[in-house]
C-alpha cells in the first residue's frame, strides 16, 4: 500500500540532499513523520498546507517501513499513518510535484 507524505520544495530538498529527514516541522515537534493514505492527502493538502505553491507529494510503501509505521487515531477518528524513525530517501518510491490550481492542490493520478 502506498501512503503520502506533502513537504515543501526545500523540505524534498534536504531529504534529497541528506538521503534522510526528520520531516517537515511539525513532524520534528511531534516525533513523528505524518503521513496520509491515498483518501486523506487531499484534506491533509487543504488543511495544513491551505494556498501554498510548490509542493512535492511523495509516495512511500508502508509495508516496506515495517514495525517502525504505526497506524494510530488522528483526525475525525480516521487512523493515520505515522513514521517513528527519519524518513529516508530509499522509502520513497516516487514523487510529483503538488500543483495549486484555482486554490485547490491538484493530485496525480497515481493518488485517485
Known amino acids: 500500500m502506498l501512503i503520502y507524505k506533502i513537504f515543501r520544495a526545500q523540505e524534498w530538498a534536504e531529504l534529497q540532499a541528506a538521503g534522510q529527514s526528520a520531516g517537515a516541522p511539525v513532524d520534528l515537534a511531534d516525533g513523528f513523520v505524518h503521513f496520509s493514505t491515498a483518501a486523506q ?7 495544513h498546507f491551505a494556498g501554498e505553491d510548490g509542493l512535492v507529494l511523495l509516495a512511500c510503501d508502508a509495508d516496506a ?20 524513525r527519519v524518513l529516508r530517501i ?12 484555482d486554490g485547490v492542490h491538484v493530485f496525480p493520478a497515481e493518488t485517485t
Open 41 to 47: 492527502a487531499p484534506e491533509t493538502a487543504a488543511k
Open 90 to 101: 530509499g522509502d520513497v518510491i516516487w514523487h510529483r510535484p503538488l500543483p495549486l490550481r
Open 65 to 84: 517501513m515495517g514495525d517502525a509505521l504505526r497506524w494510530e487515531v488522528s483526525r475525525g477518528g480516521a487512523e493515520f499513518p505515522h513514521l517513528y
